[in-house]
């Protein structure tokens, strides 16, 4: 705290400033939309951009002049800037922000994919698929910060669960096996952040980051010495295969993305929904909420705080493995040194982004899936954007979400503390 | 040792107060009764049932409730919710499916029986704190508990709402419950109590009936006989020191608790600041002092702007400053006594330079000063931390009173002090007006404001709704407390306050209309009532 100065005070004398965060993010809408229109317009060649049904060239699809939809959607994600400075339709703010991003991510494409095509099934696929352990991540963390506890670790679990589900999958030659197995791997980095955290009073992050290496380091040091020299016995787990459910997977867009999927991809979603419910209707739920909230009064109604914590970070824990799971027995099908890569902390960001709710952490990783599945789409159809700038966008996205579109979020009020019976 | 080998009985259907200083182990010993600690030894008996609570789930089983000083209920939650939560309506067997509707009938049942109106589906962090505390009560009588512990009630109520709290209590028990009402406020117990227990450092040093005299009562709680009064010559005000025109400062949350106040502080005077906790006097007095920003208005000591100084200026421009929060703020617990005396000076000669202390001058200092002010230590290397309450509030009086002043911030001077301290620290206070310092007393008590006060201010939403003589009728004082003036003193104050109290009154209309009652019984043309919502925590 310090004391102001003369222009601070000058400045607050007015009440509301002219300058909210919802004018100031218009201004940004504004540019970039001005950006859009300007320079992907004039960049974009006057040819059609196809975004096909399909899986290939052929077939029904979205058309659009490449330039005019660049130019188009620029002009109304600069709308929608406006609107959001004039301060009209003020009760659709939230609205008008997610039109203007989208619309300029969409005059973006529009340039990209002008004279080219953009499989919407693949892209909404691949979107799925790098969002799943986002998904699963960030419903551990959801678990763990709504009872109170931060676990920074889904890093640590997601690879502790990753090398498991690769190992153990692999030596009993069974897909299923290496799911608990992966899952167990999870719940252990969660026992270790729970006995600490809520019987020993470490602090949470610390105690996050250090297992978070820990399990880099002891997953590296097996893989090393025991994968690498002897993968064929050790490291080619039998991977989860898609299952396709006859009908529905004929659905235009939606049946190949949500009915010829892995079974893994229907847990997560499913998870999502039964999370959310549990925690807004259920026993469990309302009292997991007041030990994050206000531990105390809990307490003092006969609610066991720290039993509702290691409940919840344990839980956490498996789901987290099982997001782990992916990496090895949905994804590659083989365990590599720290080959999650950060996706635990992007999760982190995507439960943070998503206000530690349930839907709102399946619709930030979506978010994050999708920048990347586009990175590796613009790669591939040969982007004149450099690949560099075009692996940053998953990371980019990361960081404008949570510092820019966050805003003010309310955490919950216990959340990294402790609980000491007084 | 906070309790030793205390008895008491609680009769069915009859108040028992214990009455104590802080600190006397009061709370520790209900704490005990409601399963959060455990005695190292004796036994409590339930309708002749020895019991041990091993947490407050075996206490709700036996049919003890508690309300405690600080509200335990889930900001962010609904009352239903809150009431509901510990043993919740529920349906679909294993699932553990919220059964809201009839959580939703359950408190609506409970608070018609017992004549205490909540709103099921507000939420608690937007309730007044006299609301807030009848869902404290609720929650604990949809429990069916026999025996309600009320742990420091009336400490955030206005005396209106203390009046209501009493009429429940009396209702409750002609309905059969019995009652512990803790407390250290006399006159309550006195209008309440069945029996009293007196408990003093641990103990119980006796026991009183409800015609015992406030003096004795008082006298029981020391230990010795105890002046109530504060003595003091009629005040000499001199020249306007401390100026504030038209502050405004946000609380931790951001929100607006000083909005627009005007102040005068006169040298040689003691003004009172009067008001329900959470009616921005934390954040007037912090932004005073450097420690808040100042989002709007001046602050001026004889014409020298405080708003842009930092604290270390604004204490050694001859502010002195008893901070609310002892333990955060006033004292560092490890620093000894001598330490703590020289914290403001430490780098002034004589205590030292930029690079060193002098060691011999910090001791001497410290002599003396333990000496002038009583303070209560084996020594002046003691840590700080191991002295009682009132000894630490003494060793931040005297660090604070060793400069030369011309004005002097108290902000909650006695909370948790002895009785004796107390007096001591109020005498200091007179005397430093006596000297011809401005001084600026804000607290929670009101017997405190009204005893010290020349002038008392009544601070209401983060504006001073009136200034008026401490002998005002309490009556009076508590309805300005709540928000409400009434025609007479609208006539009497100026334009600024009544737009004060026509946006308390707008503020209100647009509240929910779950707290009617306070504004209706008492029949005053502003529709006021209760503490602010920004105030409640």
Known sequence: ?422 | MANDHIDITVEPGEVHALLGENGAGKSTLMNQLYGLLQPDEGQIVVNDEPKVFRSPRDAIAAGIGMVHQHFMLVPVFTVAENIALGHEEVRGGPLGWLDRRRSRKDVIETSKRYGLPVDPDALVEDLPVGAQQRVEIVKALTRDVDLLILDEPTAVLTPQETEELLAVMRSLTAMGKSIVFITHKLKEVKAIADRITVVRRGQIVGTATPDTSEDELAALMVGRAVSLEVDKAPAEPGRNVLKIANLVVDDDRGVRAVDGLDLVVRAGEVLGIAGVQGNGQTELVEAVMGLREVRGGTVELDNENLGTMTTKRILRSGVGYIPEDRSHDGVVKEFSVAENLVLDMYDRAPFGNTFKLDAGSVASNAAERIEQFDIRCQSSETPVGTLSGGNQQKVVVAREMSRPLRLFIASQPTRGVDVGSIEFIHNRIVHERDQGTAVLVVSSELDEVVGLADRVAVMYRGRILAIVSPDTPREELGLLMAGITNSKQQAANDAAVQQAANDAADQRAANDAADQRAASDTAVQQAGSDAPEEGTK
């Open chain 1, 1 to 422: 705290m310090s004391t102001a100065t003369v222009e601070e005070i000058a400045e607050a004398a007015a009440p509301e400033p002219f300058w909210s965060r919802q004018r100031r993010l218009g201004v940004a809408l504004i540019l970039i939309g001005l950006l859009a229109a300007a320079l992907f317009g004039s960049l974009a060649p006057s040819e059609t951009a196809r975004f096909t049904l399909s899986e290939d060239a052929e077939g029904a699809a979205l058309t659009i002049n490449g330039q005019f939809g660049a130019i188009l959607f620029g002009l109304i994600t600069l709308a929608a800037g406006g609107a959001l400075v004039a301060g009209v339709l003020k009760r659709f703010q939230n609205l008008l922000l997610s039109v203007g991003i989208l619309t300029f991510v969409l005059s973006f494409l529009c340039w990209q994919v002008a004279g080219k095509f953009m499989p919407l099934v693949d892209t909404t696929s691949g979107t799925l698929q790098l969002a799943l352990p986002l998904i699963l991540g960030a419903l551990a963390g959801v678990l763990g910060e709504r009872s109170g506890v931060v676990n920074v670790a889904i890093e640590g679990q997601f690879l502790m669960g990753a090398f498991a589900g690769a190992l153990v999958g692999t030596m009993a030659t069974s897909v299923w096996i290496g799911m608990i197995s992966a899952a167990v791997g999870g719940l252990i980095i969660a026992a270790i952040l729970a006995v600490l955290s809520i019987r020993y009073l470490v602090d949470q992050t610390v105690v996050g980051i250090v297992l978070n290496l820990f399990a880099l380091g002891i997953t590296g040091f097996l893989y090393e010495r025991l994968m690498q020299p002897d993968a064929q016995s050790y490291n080619t787990p039998p991977m989860l295969e898609k299952i396709r459910i006859p009908g529905l997977a004929d659905i235009p867009v939606i049946g190949p993305v949500l009915f010829d999927a892995s079974p893994l991809l229907w847990a997560g979603l499913a998870l999502v929904v039964l999370i959310h419910f549990g925690l807004s209707r259920t026993r469990w739920g309302l009292r997991t909420r007041a030990v994050g909230e206000h531990p105390t009064a809990a307490d003092t109604v006969g609610i066991r705080v720290r039993g509702m914590r290691y409940l919840n970070v344990l839980t956490g824990g498996v789901i987290a493995g099982l997001g782990g799971a992916y990496f090895t027995l949905v994804a590659t099908g083989s365990f590599t040194k720290n080959m999650t890569a950060g996706a635990g902390f992007i999760a982190l960001a995507a439960m943070i982004f998503g206000r530690y709710t349930p839907f709102g952490a399946l619709a930030a990783a979506l978010f994050f899936g999708f920048a990347q599945k586009l990175a590796t789409f613009l790669s591939a159809v040969g982007s004149p954007v450099p690949s560099q700038f075009l692996n940053m966008l998953p990371y980019l996205a990361t960081i404008i979400a949570v510092a820019g579109l966050v805003g003010r979020v309310r955490a919950p009020a216990a959340g990294g503390q402790p609980y000491i019976k007084s």
